[in-house]
């Protein structure tokens, strides 16, 4: 089985510009987590997607923003991008049988690593 | 809120024990374990579903103290593949979410 896939690997943007992060789950998962992490503050939950829907939130600005297609692929936007948006973007998918990642195996991808000139 | 995590980092010999910790001012339902290497993603170690319960695998184990709202990942007779940032997180049934606490690096020298 494939595992998740992020898209694309590595980005540079500069300030005021947007991004747009794509990220695919291994078959069958409907639940789609993303994660912004930066060195000295671990993996901070960004949202997560279940059935088109967000089901959760964290606490980042509106300027972060995601969606969730019919086939269970995620996108993440951000936009009006900062210096302090540099970091590493994990999406992590699991089945989302349960009402919410709590308690169900998360399987990450690669990430994105974006970089903010 | 952001489970604490201690040490933050530790060095090892190959052979030593060592312990993580992992703490949480909000009543847990979950504790989740992953241990991240350099340049990689994080990679599931365990969840513990329940207060008292404890599991493992290897010589890899963890406890999880609902009542103490902690969780302590146990590394037995640490090889070199141990080396990574361990990080737990915790799971609120009344949120739906996971929350990740900063991490704590394990470097096992030879």
């Known amino acids: 089985k494939a595992g998740v896939t992020q898209t694309p690997r590595y980005l540079i943007k500069t300030r005021g510009q947007q991004v747009t992060l794509s990220c695919s789950p291994i078959?069958?998962?409907?639940?789609v987590s993303w994660y912004q992490q930066t060195p000295g503050q671990g993996l901070q939950f960004l949202f997560e997607?279940?059935?088109?829907?967000?089901?959760n939130k964290g606490n980042f600005p509106g300027r972060f923003s995601g969606r969730q297609f019919s086939n269970s692929r995620s996108e993440m936007n951000v936009s009006t991008l900062e210096l302090g948006d540099s970091a590493l973007y994990l999406c992590?998918?699991?089945?989302?049988?349960?009402?919410?990642?709590?308690?169900?195996?998360?399987?990450f991808g690669p990430g994105t690593r974006l970089l903010v000139l | 809120q952001q489970p604490v995590q201690s040490p933050q980092a530790v060095i090892l010999r190959e052979g030593e024990d060592a312990v993580i910790n992992c703490s949480s001012s909000?009543?847990?339902?979950?504790v989740h374990w992953y241990r991240q290497k350099h340049g990689e993603a994080p990679v599931f170690l365990m969840i513990?579903?329940?207060?008292?319960e404890q599991k493992g695998h290897d010589k890899i184990s963890a406890s999880f103290n609902e009542k103490k709202q902690q969780s302590s990942l146990y590394l037995t007779a640490s090889q070199l593949s141990y080396s990574g940032t361990y990080f737990c997180?915790?799971?609120?049934?009344?949120?739906?979410?996971?929350?990740f606490g900063q991490g704590t690096t394990l470097q096992v020298k030879p």
């Open positions: 992590a998918s699991s089945l989302g049988l349960a009402g919410g990642t709590y308690q169900e195996t998360q399987y």
């Open positions: 078959s069958g998962h409907r639940s």
């Open positions: 513990l579903l329940k207060g008292g």
């Open positions: 997607y279940f059935s088109e829907t967000q089901r």
């Open positions: 997180g915790s799971g609120s049934s009344n949120t739906g979410k996971l929350i």
């Open positions: 909000k009543a847990l339902y979950s």
